[in-house]
């Protein structure tokens, strides 16, 4: 899975700044430093160097801050390198302006500390629900991605999975109504529920089944708080080894595409209805497709089709997979990050959660 953490800025975090910005303050005060005496008669180097503490205010903790500072005041302070416009006013109200930056570095380091744990926990709960999935799951190859519609979360309400059990190899791809940590939970209930399943379901209907109890039980028990409009798509797929097909079963959500040979089709697959719409689901006929050596699956969410240009212009998974595919191989992972650079130029800003799971044979 590809989820990662967006930087946060902050004292005692230079990954997480440009080089170049974290420098500045230093390299600014190291040039007017050298210049105030120089241009001694320029106002225009004095105000500049009173910019300079609270610039690093922004950028470092109090500790650097309040050395740069320091820095400043010695230079308007220090006679051999004082300006003459510089007055014992000015000097005044450059000591307090840095005293005030040096504040605001303290301030914002302690918000950015506790930030940081916060991000540090959505991480922690995003790997365990949606952990990243291994290279490969019995011999089925697999990759995955994941963006979240809103840019400070982490988690959503798209989910995936692959597991292998007694009845072959099996997936799912779905989408919960609703972004964000409103639906952690239940992605989280209704993947805890699929890998039951799948130890324990001889037929995808009966996966299908449990899935839709679980999301029922908990709107039930969620009581008066519960989303009267609670429900969720999900794609199901099971690899059948020996009978060398994949099996297809579409609750409400777009079915897989077929990649072979540099050729893209969708599995034909009735859809049946969302899960949670009703207290029992009726799964549609399992469809079975044929499944060759190197054949590669696409399952994903409509984040990615309804993601649109700037022009209005839905994204169109099938063509635009088709010109890709000249581009290299499609393996599960490099389809997965081809398509979402893909999508990313396609469509300036992406409002749904995106989710991509591939799977090839051998």
Do not use: K
């Not at 420098?23 to 106002?43: D, G, H, N, Y």
């Not at 320091?70 to 220090?78: E, F, H, N, S």
């Not at 089709?265 to 049946?272: I, K, S, T, V």
């Amino acid at each position: 899975m590809v989820a990662r953490a967006v930087g946060i800025v902050g004292a005692g975090q230079p990954g997480l700044l440009p080089r170049w910005l974290r420098a500045l303050p230093w390299v600014l005060f190291a040039v007017l430093a050298v210049l105030e005496p120089i241009a001694a008669r320029v106002e225009l180097v004095g105000t500049l160097i009173a910019a300079v503490p609270p610039l690093a205010g922004l950028i470092y903790g109090p500790r650097q801050t309040a050395l740069l500072a320091a820095g400043v005041v010695a230079v308007l302070a220090t006679p051999q390198t004082r300006a003459e416009h510089i007055s014992g006013g000015d000097l005044a109200a450059v000591v307090a302006i840095a005293a005030f930056s040096v504040l605001v570095a303290w301030v914002r380091s302690r918000y950015t500390s506790d930030l940081v744990v916060v991000r540090s926990v959505a991480e922690a709960a995003q790997r365990a629900v949606l952990p990243p999935l291994p290279p490969a799951v019995g011999p089925v190859r697999c990759a995955a991605l994941y963006r979240p519609a809103l840019r400070a979360a982490l988690v959503g309400g798209d989910l995936y999975d692959v597991r292998e059990g007694p009845y072959g190899v099996r997936a799912v791809i779905g989408d919960v109504r609703g972004h964000g940590l409103a639906a952690v939970g239940t992605v989280a209930a209704l993947l805890g529920s699929f890998r039951e399943a799948v130890l324990y379901e001889p037929e995808l209907g009966g996966v299908a089944a449990r899935l839709n109890r679980r999301l029922r039980v908990d709107v039930a028990t969620a009581g008066e708080e519960a989303d009267a409009e609670l429900f969720a798509t999900a794609l199901l797929l099971e690899v059948a080894l020996d009978a060398g097909e994949v099996h297809v079963v579409s609750l409400g959500h777009p079915s897989a595409l077929l990649i072979r040979g540099g050729v893209v089709r969708e599995l034909a697959a009735e859809p049946g209805p969302p899960l949670g719409v009703a207290p029992e689901v009726v799964p549609p006929p399992v469809a079975s497709e044929p499944l060759r050596p190197g054949d590669v699956l696409l399952g994903y969410t409509d984040g990615v089709t309804e993601a649109r240009d700037r022009h209005g212009a839905f994204y169109p998974l099938g063509e635009r997979l088709e010109a890709l595919l000249v581009e290299g191989t499609p393996t599960p992972g490099w389809l997965v990050d081809a398509v979402w650079r893909d999508l990313s130029a396609y469509a300036p800003t992406i409002r749904d959660d995106v989710a991509l799971l591939s799977l090839r044979l051998g």
